[in-house]
């Protein structure tokens, strides 16, 4: 059974950083891509950015573009995402999700198995 848990969200002042982390477990892990979705209050849970098995591809929503970077330890089964310069429009709940279908990474069907979220709150 896959199993994922994220950490590392916080309350930032806008501007600042963080770095997400998900360590998966419960399967192996280089079998398959990843991605990282958020929700924010009162909005739909939306693709933020994903990463094939090795690292190599990476894709991201045009609102984080140049701010955020995903990657990925293999040899630690983890996930993460490194944000800066964050705006008050990114406090969302973060997700980590395993893709294990063959539609496009950026909808949500595309994953199987998410973790339990970890919040982000930027205050401006």
């Known amino acids: 059974q896959k199993q994922l848990v994220e950490s590392g969200g916080g309350l930032v002042q806008a501007g600042g950083s963080l770095t997400l982390s998900c360590a998966a477990s419960?399967?192996?892990?280089?079998?398959?891509?990843m991605g990282w979705f958020r929700q924010g209050p009162g909005k739909e849970r939306e693709f933020v950015a994903d990463?094939?098995?090795?690292?190599?591809?990476?894709s991201y929503a045009e609102s984080v573009k140049g701010r955020f970077t995903i990657a990925r330890n293999n040899a630690k089964n983890s996930l993460y995402l490194q944000m800066t310069s964050l705006k008050p429009e990114d406090t969302a709940v973060y997700y980590c999700?395993?893709?294990?279908?063959?539609?496009?990474?950026?909808?949500?069907?595309?994953?199987?198995?998410w973790g339990q979220g970890t919040q982000v709150t930027v205050s401006s």
């Open positions: 999700a395993v893709r294990d279908s063959v539609v496009p990474g950026t909808t949500r069907s595309a994953y199987g198995s």
């Open positions: 419960g399967y192996t892990f280089t079998t398959y891509a």
């Open positions: 990463i094939n098995w090795s690292g190599s591809l990476t």
